[in-house]
Structures are given as structure tokens and as C-alpha cells.
């Protein structure tokens, strides 16, 4: 009977998560949302569909083991350094901050200390999951506020780590005194430092075995074996089970596997981090949600009010100009999901009585509820008023600004390699730059720079866009973007605006808002490839040339169009039809040099015919079999594109690419 009604929830739980995963989609929400208001729904004070949670407990804590294990995947040392200003300065500041003020309030409100520090913790974490998909669907991951917001969640869900550690010390179940303190800590820094020696010598090993195996099962279950047993082995040593799971990753996350475990356990992980989520909207209590609604709401309030000012004050500290502050202070706002774990343990240990509970519970529903909504209206938001101090006034660039320039908006990879070559040629140019680190390395390398928002009029008055030769967008934030371009084509309509794009869908959009050129990223890798295998079957270059201007020229028509092939040129396809004539040039380390027609046997070895051999000055046509070729003697070759081919691997290396028919 017991298995019955456990396949009975079961299929209940199932159910509702692909209906919910269907009206996600539909209506454009996160699914972990939908995911809680499931829970809420189908739980006990819901439809009861589900009557006892306690059953789905057991597969929430494996969700979290797996949440974190995928986290710790994700936390590589590479990744870290990329985003690493973000991580210690940003994360530190923000959470310390939201930390310190919650920690205040309540102490002030008559909440004990260690309660009240407790609260802190718990009100720091912001939810991964939910904010990080919203960035990737907004396309700004890559955008200074999407890098700065990856940072600082990272750097949460590290701290988690030693929240959990002292969360028992916070109870009084661990003896408190300084020593048992930097005794636990001591512990942990132990088996940290344990863990990175398995991961720099034992683990690559074994992995490598298991890969060398080529048994596709032998990865997923080593992976699994890896995340859980360190699950297990840090529980055995009062430690979490997700402590362990987080050292898992990261020490897989350090061998060249790593994307293919984690690609591997990906299945697994969406499984049960759905029923984590689930399980969480059924701890909630309806009844007492709607019994005090008003302190629910204040909760929520407080919350997204707080964590929105102390990340604003620790993004502002940073350097970052109004619009940043505003965007990522929204999109951090609210209560993440891995505050309900360290909300069960606080609850395991006496921490939080029932009453905090189920209404902590119901606040951070309603701020990760408010997440999206938040995310959406930042923008409006960062727009309204005048931005203030150095990002508004321009700070580092005279008013004068030089006349026929190039203004070069941001200074990442391809902003700092067009100012090189711009610096090289002696063409004048401004660099206009949002965030603090890239001012300071345009500064470093003697670029001239204007610390501002390219969104903002001033900004591009000030950076001379109406006498402006050039405005170039080499940016990812797409919004930003197309609200500069139109800006800059309201002040400038005859400047000439390029703009550089990762994603296909926002060609059309930008050309729309003023842009003359859009650089495809995607389509240009297509272009340049395209070309060089032109190239390599000896198309003429000047068709080659004619070919690519017509595909930048219609917006990359030909490859955006599914049946793109058939509108390829006529002049190309006859050329591939017809074959080549192509020249070869005779050096002294040639395998042709000093040998004659005769000797090379060209046309039996490849097929291709010398119709011409042309020597200093002179040419001479159809040469005879005996002509001796000298190093600068250059080669006119006729032949098919595979004939032409082999004849220069013969005159090269002395042996044709393949044998000729």
C-alpha cells in the first residue's frame, strides 16, 4: 500500500512539473518559479495531492547534492580569474553588506544575536538559477552587469560553504569558545586543502582511465560516484552533504572532463532540482501565508529593499556608473534557493521557530516570484534622471574632442584590438567605456578614454559623435546597444555606425535603429571560412572579393535563408565547374627548382597542364619538356581545382596531393 500511494505522488509530482515546464515556456517564465507555485499547488495546503512532503525530502536532498556538485563544475580557476574583481570585491562587498544590514535591523527589532546573524545568512543568498536564466534569455551574460552578477553569485554560493560550518555555532550545539571555532575552521581549511591535492594528482588519473576505457557508462557512474561520495564523506565528518558535493565539482571541474560530465549528469541534475524546488512550495503553509498576509508582504518588502540598497552601495563602491548599479542591484534582490538549505539546517539546529519559518519561507516565494518582473523594469528604472558624478559628467576626456575621429563603445577583447590598430595607423580615436576596470586598462595603455554610459547624450556629446567619422558598438549588451545607435544616429545622421553582434536574431533590430553595418560574429567565422576553401580550390580573388561583398551587402541573406545554397553565384558555380588557372611561384627550397618539365612528368602526376613559364621579364608560352626551372621562375597551371591542387603538392614537395585519374 505504501508503494502505491509513493507511485501515486510520484507520478502527481511528474506530472505537474512538465505541465508547469509547458506554461513556463508559454507564458515566459522561469520554470523554478513555476516549479514553487507547483509545490504550493499539489502540497498539503494546497490540493494535497501531495499529503506528506516528508517522502519527497529525500529526493530535495539529493536535488541539492546535485545543485551543488553542478555549481562546483562550474567554479573552475579559470573561470574564476576571468571574473575575479567581480568575485572577491563585488561578492565580498554585496554580501557582507546585506549581511551587516539585516543583522542590524534585527537585533534592533530584539532578535538575539546569533538569530539575528542567522538572518543575515539567510537574506545574503541570492538564487542562481532564476537570475542566471533570465540573463542567458535577455542575451546579457556577456554584458558588464551580466558578468558582475555571475561574479557576485558565485561568490555567494561559496559562502554558503562556511555558513552551514557556523550555523551550528550559531545554535549553540558546537561549543562556541574561540578555539572549537578556529578548530572547525581549521578542519575545513584541511580538507579543502586535501581535496585540491586529490584534484591536482589522484583524480585527473582516474579519470583518464575512465575515459580510456571508452565506456560511456564508466564516466556517468565515476562522476556519480565522485559527487556522492564526497556528499557522504563530509556528512561523516559533521560537515554537509552538499559541502561535499561543492568539493566534487570543483575538483572535476579542474580535468579536461569536465564538459562532458557535466553534460553527462545534466539529465539527473534537472530531475531532481525540480522536485528541490517542488519540495519547497509544499514546506510552505497557505493557511498561515493568508493569516498574515501583511507580515509577509513587509518580510518580502524589507528584503528586496535591503538587498537592493546594499547591492547598489557595494556595485556603486566598485566604480560602475548609475546604470549598472541599478541593473544588477534588481536582478539580486530577491532570496535565493539556497537559503531554504541553510533555512533547514538553522531549523535542524533551533535556530528558527515555526512562525520565522513558514514566513520566511513565504516572503522569499514572493521575491523570487518579483525576480522577473524586477529584471524587466531595471532598465526603465536605470533610465530615468541624469546619471551623476564622473560617468555623467565624462570624466577623462577634454569637451574638445578631435574631429573626424572614430568613438570605439567598449574596450573588451574587440574594442581593445581595434584601438591597437587604429593606435598603429596614426587614425585618431575615443574609447567610451562603462565599467571602471576597462577605463583603467584603456588608461594603462595610453588609449584616450571617457568613463560613461554610451546610452546617455551627454556621454556621446562629449566623446565629439557629431563630428565623428565612425562610431563603432563593440559591446554584448543588446537593450544598450540599440538605445546608443539610435541616439547616436539622432545626434549624427550622416556618421557611419558599425556595430558588432554575437547573435543572428539582433541583425535586423539594429539595422532598424540606425546601424550601417551589423558584424554577424557567427555569419563573419562563416564568411572567413568560406573564402579560405574558395581560396584552396584556386577561385580567382577578385571573385572571391565580389562574393563576400554581396553577402555582407544583403545582410548575410544567403546564409540566414534556409535554402541558402541555391543562391550562391553564377560565376562561382561555373568556375567550380569549369576548373582553374592558378600561378606557382619556384623557390629555392621548391621541389621543382633545378629539375625540368620533363623530370616533374606534371601532366601524368597531376593533370594540370604548364601552359606558361614566365622568367624575369619574359614568358614563355606552351615551353618545351626540357625547360630547366631556376628559383623566381613562376608557373602558369591550367586544370581542374583537385588537378591544379596535386600539381603544387608535385612542385612543392615532389608528390601530388592524390594520385590523378
Not at 534569455?137 to 558565485?154: F, H, T
Not at 561559496?158 to 578555539?179: E, H, Q, W, Y
Not at 513565504?362 to 523570487?368: G, H, I, K, V
Not at 614537395?653 to 585519374?661: T, Y
Request: proline share 4%; net charge neutral.
Amino acid at each position: 500500500m505504501e508503494v502505491h500511494e509513493f507511485l501515486q505522488e510520484a507520478v502527481a509530482i511528474l506530472g505537474a512539473a512538465v505541465a508547469v515546464l509547458l506554461a513556463s515556456h508559454r507564458l515566459r517564465i522561469p520554470p523554478v518559479v513555476g516549479f514553487l507555485l507547483t509545490g504550493v499547488l499539489i502540497g498539503p495546503s494546497g490540493l494535497s495531492l501531495v499529503s506528506d512532503p516528508h517522502r519527497v525530502e529525500l529526493f530535495a536532498e539529493i536535488g541539492v547534492i546535485f545543485l551543488l556538485f553542478a555549481v562546483g563544475l562550474e567554479f573552475s580557476l579559470d573561470r574564476l580569474r576571468q571574473i575575479r574583481r567581480a568575485f572577491f570585491l563585488g561578492g565580498s562587498l554585496q554580501s557582507f553588506l546585506t549581511i551587516g544590514a539585516v543583522t542590524l535591523i534585527a537585533v534592533l527589532a530584539g532578535t538575539g544575536p546569533p538569530r539575528a546573524l542567522f538572518l543575515g545568512f539567510l537574506a545574503a543568498l541570492s538564487s542562481t538559477a532564476i537570475v542566471l536564466k533570465l540573463y542567458a534569455e535577455r542575451r546579457e551574460l556577456d554584458a558588464p552587469q551580466g558578468k558582475l552578477v555571475l561574479g557576485i553569485l558565485l561568490f555567494q554560493d561559496f559562502l554558503l560553504v562556511p555558513m552551514i560550518v557556523l550555523t551550528p555555532i550559531l545554535a549553540g550545539s558546537v561549543r562556541a569558545s574561540p578555539a572549537a571555532i578556529a578548530a572547525r575552521f581549521g578542519l575545513a581549511l584541511l580538507a579543502v586543502g586535501a581535496v585540491f591535492l586529490v584534484a591536482r594528482y589522484l583524480m585527473p588519473r582516474l579519470l583518464e582511465v575512465m575515459v580510456r576505457t571508452g565506456i560511456r557508462e564508466v564516466l556517468v557512474l565515476g562522476a556519480l560516484f565522485a559527487c556522492l561520495g564526497f556528499a557522504l564523506l563530509t556528512e561523516r565528518l559533521e560537515f554537509s552533504l552538499a559541502l561535499g558535493a561543492f568539493i566534487a565539482g570543483i575538483i572535476i571541474s579542474e580535468s579536461h572532463y569536465s564538459p562532458q560530465i557535466e553534460a553527462e549528469i545534466v539529465p539527473f541534475r534537472d530531475v531532481f532540482n525540480s522536485l528541490f524546488f517542488i519540495s519547497i512550495g509544499m514546506l510552505l503553509d497557505l493557511g498561515y501565508a493568508l493569516a498574515h498576509p501583511w507580515a509577509v508582504l513587509g518580510i518580502a518588502a524589507a528584503v528586496l529593499a535591503l538587498k537592493g540598497a546594499a547591492t547598489a552601495a557595494a556595485v556603486a563602491l566598485l566604480g560602475y556608473a548609475r546604470r549598472i548599479v541599478v541593473l544588477v542591484a534588481a536582478g539580486l534582490a530577491q532570496v535565493g534557493e539556497f537559503s531554504f538549505v541553510l533555512l533547514r539546517v538553522g531549523q535542524e539546529h533551533g535556530l528558527v521557530d515555526p512562525g520565522v519559518y513558514q514566513s520566511f519561507i513565504a516572503a522569499s516565494l514572493l521575491t523570487m516570484l518579483a525576480t522577473p518582473v524586477l529584471v524587466a523594469l531595471a532598465p526603465r528604472w536605470a533610465a530615468w534622471g541624469r546619471e551623476r558624478g564622473a560617468a555623467a559628467a565624462g570624466e577623462g576626456l577634454a569637451p574638445d574632442a578631435p574631429s573626424g575621429h572614430v568613438v570605439v563603445v567598449g574596450y573588451g577583447l574587440s574594442g581593445r584590438n581595434l584601438a591597437h590598430v587604429l593606435r598603429a595607423a596614426g587614425i585618431p580615436f575615443v574609447v567610451v567605456e562603462l565599467a571602471a576596470e576597462g577605463v583603467r586598462r584603456a588608461r594603462t595603455a595610453g588609449d584616450p578614454v571617457l568613463f560613461g554610459d554610451a546610452t546617455r547624450r551627454d556621454i556621446l556629446e562629449r566623446a565629439g559623435v557629431e563630428r565623428a567619422s565612425v562610431v563603432v558598438f563593440a559591446i554584448s549588451d543588446l537593450l544598450a546597444v540599440l538605445r546608443a545607435v539610435t541616439l547616436a544616429r539622432q545626434l549624427a545622421p550622416g556618421v557611419h555606425i558599425i556595430v558588432r553582434t554575437r547573435m543572428v536574431a539582433e541583425i535586423d533590430a539594429l539595422h532598424r535603429a540606425g546601424a550601417d553595418e551589423v558584424i554577424a560574429e557567427e555569419f563573419e567565422t562563416s564568411i572567413e571560412i568560406f573564402t579560405r576553401v574558395l581560396a584552396r580550390y584556386h577561385v580567382p580573388a577578385n571573385i572571391i572579393r565580389a562574393e563576400t561583398r554581396a553577402l555582407r551587402g544583403e545582410r548575410y541573406r544567403m546564409l540566414r535563408s534556409p535554402s541558402g545554397a541555391g543562391d550562391v553565384s553564377q560565376a562561382i558555380l561555373e568556375l567550380l565547374a569549369a576548373g582553374t588557372t592558378d600561378l606557382f611561384r619556384v623557390t629555392a627550397t621548391s621541389a621543382a627548382a633545378g629539375k625540368s618539365l620533363l623530370d616533374l612528368d606534371l601532366r601524368r602526376r597531376s593533370g594540370a597542364t604548364v601552359i606558361a613559364v614566365v622568367r624575369g621579364e619574359r614568358s614563355q608560352t606552351n615551353p618545351p619538356a626540357e625547360v630547366v626551372l631556376e628559383p623566381g621562375d613562376v608557373l602558369v597551371l591550367v586544370g581542374s581545382h583537385a588537378e591544379v591542387e596535386n600539381a603544387f603538392g608535385v612542385l612543392e614537395r615532389g608528390a601530388s596531393a592524390a594520385p590523378s585519374p
